[in-house]
Structures are given as C-alpha cells and as structure tokens.
C-alpha cells in the first residue's frame, strides 16, 4: 500500500495499540509493533484486569461475612495472597499467549523495543535499526504521578499494588479519584486498615456529588477511614514504615506503606515528538482532533496519551475507527466520546453515563429535573448491612430525556451497560415507566424512579 517498509507503525502494546494492529491488519495493512513490556499494557497488567481480579476476591470476603449473619456456618475470611496472586497471573499469562497467537496470525511484526520518530515516517529503535510506516500511531499510555515533595520516593503507585503478597496492616493512600476510592476499597477488605486522606472536600470530582457523598459513607461503614481537607507536604521514613504529614491531623499516624494515587501522566516523552512539532498539551498529551490526527500529518495518538477519556474499551473504539478510517475506506469514520459510560470497581460499584446534575444545571438551568431511589438491596437488609444503594435519573424538557443515569449499588456495573445504551439512543423517562420492571431486582429501581 505504500513504498515503506510498514503501512502503519504502532507504538505501544496495550489495549489500545492492540487494537490498531489487529484492526489495520484485518484491512490487508502491513503492521509493526514496538513494544518492549507485556503485551496489553496497564489495563491486562497493572489496571483493569488485575483490578478486577483483586475485587471479585473482597467480593468473596464480603459475601461471606454477610453469610454468616443469614446464619451460615462460616467464619470471616481472608485469601490466600500468594495462592490469589497466582491464579491472577496464570489468568494474565493466558492473556498474553492469546495476543501472541492473534499477533503471528494476522502476520503483524512486534519489536520487543522502545520506538523514538526520527521524522513523521522513520522510527529508530532502541538499539539503532531504523524502520519507516506511512502512519504513525502512538499507544504508549500514561503513567502513575508521584508528587514533588520531600520524602515522596517513600510512598509506592498505585501499579505497585500489584506486586503485594500479602496485606499491609496500617494503609494510607493519597488522593480521592477513582483509583484511589478502588485502592482503598480494595486493601480495606482484603484485610488491611486503610486511611484515604483526600486534599479537597469530596471523592471523584468527575461523578456525581450525592452518589459521591454516599460512596463515602459506605467506605466509613467498610471501615475505611476517610480524611477531607488533607494536604499532603512530607513523608518520612519511622524505621522502615512511613509517617505522612499533612499538619491536618493526620501526622501521628505511622502506615506501613503509603501510596499515592493522584492521577497519571501521558507518555510521551523520548519519542521524539517535541523536535517534530508534535503538539502536546499541558499535561503532556498528544493533541489530538476528532479523527485522532496530531499536528504533524501522518502521526495519530490514541488511549490515554491522547489525553481524552482515558478508558481502555474507549482506546480500544478510537483505534478501531481510526484504521477503519486510515485502510477500511471509512474517510469520516471516528469516535463519539459524549456519553461513554463508566464504573468505580468498589463494594458496591458507582456507575455513570451522561452528565451528572451539576452538569445537568449548569448547561440546561431550571429544565433539568432529578429523580432518586435510595435504598438498602435486599441481602444487605436481610443481613443488616447498613451499606445503601442511591440510584438517580437526570432527565431535561418537558420530554424529561433522560441525560444522566447514575448508580451506586449492587449490579450498577451490569445494570449499567443497557441503559447506556438507551441513553445514547435519546431515552426519555416515559419510555422508562412503559417499561416492566423485574422484581425483586436493583435494577427495577432504574425503571420505576418518580412512579
């Protein structure tokens, strides 16, 4: 398709630039690959996959403490760490080998090496080879942050979670996004005592406040120890433990680790993208328009370097629609990124697709209408669990379309993905309530809201 040696050179091998490679190959593209980690990137092996790994574990102690106060007889329980950790990486290597396989069958070349542009179509490995591709398309992720202040090289990542044989007992994680909600979460019931000191007032600035509020509430019923206000300035090392000081309460506290989940940063350093005129953005992402096309022609970027929304099945969208536009004869073939739903992986999980009510107010004023359902689900009532579920519709017009839907409770990662969908298919509230629910379910709430 070209007088290159590749059609298209990826650079990157997560979910995203996985999905490039297959997707261009599939359009008869010759593809190469840099990758000098684990194939799959952060989501298969410091994220989303191991992640979940590690919460259908607490789901498990959980269910067996609400077990025995329905009256069976089981004791509280904690995993096995090193017998969990090996059944999680035996479902990784899985993982791995299936890429491998696809990989040699669809005939793409993977380069076990960093790849630096020299130009727009010339790539120099690591070791000095030189390799040229009419596109360019850059999949290299982003990185945890470590924040500038004394003592911070005492405090681990969240990636380093991963490698943890056992649980800490005394906990502090910095931050209040979601992966620290899902850190916190996650060590609190997998047996540690876990403090979340958070700088601002609230959790997840990017959810909704009231199912923000409640998701803190029932972190404090798990027995997290949630701290607002809490402004990180020093770590010091208390012989081989660490004390965090915040001059906010906190500083007489010695943890046996502490990590720091403040957001993560682009990759996009030593790619040569800067000599090039590669435009990168404040946080040093790639500055991508809505065909995921750089400021250099011929140079793409995608997933969380682009700087978008940084989601794995969202890196995996983009790369499909940017090699169907680029080799499938699709020239305005792109991504729609309004409405991308979302889950917090804790106990229960919070979900959310469209905008949340202060969005909701502050674009549509007085049109906006809210509907709630509180309520505790049914094995939480009968083991006497205080733990709630919050359901809430966003709706706007006399139509009441519904522009938000977000759920906190038991199912609010499964129940979500179908009202995502009627959500971008224009739902409004009276389609809901021409709807029979399915009872008892959690779910029915959704359809049963302002009846």
């Given amino acids: 398709m070209s007088g290159r040696d590749y ?36 989501c298969v092996n410091a994220g989303c996959v191991p992640k979940k790994a590690m919460w259908l574990a607490a789901e498990l102690t959980q269910r067996i403490a609400l077990a025995a106060e329905l009256g069976f007889d089981v004791e509280p329980a904690q995993p096995d760490w090193p017998q969990l950790v090996a059944a999680r990486q035996g479902y990784i290597a899985n993982i791995h080998a299936s890429y491998r396989r696809r990989l040699d069958e669809a005939g793409i070349g993977v380069v076990p090496r960093h790849g630096r542009l020299l130009d727009a179509h010339t790539l120099q490995c690591s070791d000095g080879v030189r390799t040229s591709a009419e596109h360019v398309v850059i999949a290299t992720g982003a990185q945890p942050l470590r924040p500038q202040l004394p003592g911070a090289e005492l405090g681990r990542v969240s990636d380093d979670f991963f490698a943890l044989r056992h649980a800490p007992a005394e906990v502090a994680i910095v931050g209040g996004g979601y992966i620290a ?3 916190a979460n996650l060590l609190q019931l997998l047996g540690s005592r876990v403090h979340l000191l958070v700088q601002g007032d609230r959790l997840l600035d990017r959810f909704d406040a009231e199912l923000a509020g409640q998701l803190a509430e029932n972190l404090r019923q798990q027995g997290v120890r949630v701290h607002f206000g ?35 940063r682009p990759n996009t350093r030593g790619l040569g993208l800067e000599a090039l005129g590669v435009a990168l953005g404040e946080k040093d992402e ?44 699709r020239a305005k073939a792109r991504l729609d990124y309004d409405n991308v739903p979302s889950v917090v992986f804790t106990h229960p999980p919070l979900g959310q697709v469209g905008l949340s009510e202060e969005q909701a107010r502050r674009c549509h004023g007085d049109a906006v209408k809210v509907y709630r359902s509180d309520f505790r689900p049914m094995l939480n009532a009968l083991a006497g669990s205080p733990v709630r579920s919050l359901f809430k519709l966003v ?30 298919m224009g739902l409004t509230r009276a389609q809901l309530e021409d709807s029979v629910a399915i009872h008892p379910t959690s779910a029915e709430e959704v359809v049963l809201m302002g009846r």
Avoid: W
């Fill in 7 to 42: 059609d298209v050179a990826v650079l990157g091998g997560g979910s995203g630039g996985l999905a490039a490679a297959f997707r261009a190959a599939e359009h008869g593209a010759r593809v190469v690959m840099f990758e000098p980690a684990q194939l799959g990137g952060t």
């Fill in 181 to 183: 909600v899902e850190l």
């Fill in 230 to 264: 809490q402004r990180v300035r020093e770590l010091r090392d208390e012989g081989g433990r660490v004390r965090v000081l915040t001059g906010n309460g906190i500083d007489r506290q010695v943890f046996d680790q502490a990590y720091f989940a403040i957001g993560r």
């Fill in 286 to 329: 790639v500055v991508v328009d809505e065909y995921q096309d750089s400021s250099v022609p011929g140079i793409h970027a995608i997933g969380d370097v682009a700087g978008k929304v940084g989601l794995t099945p969202v890196a995996i969208a983009a790369a499909r629609k940017l090699m169907d536009r680029l080799f499938g004869g």
């Fill in 395 to 424: 709706c706007v017009g006399e139509d009441e379309r519904v522009v938000g839907i977000h759920l906190l409770g038991e199912g609010a990662d499964e129940i979500l993905q179908g009202f995502a969908v009627a959500l971008k």
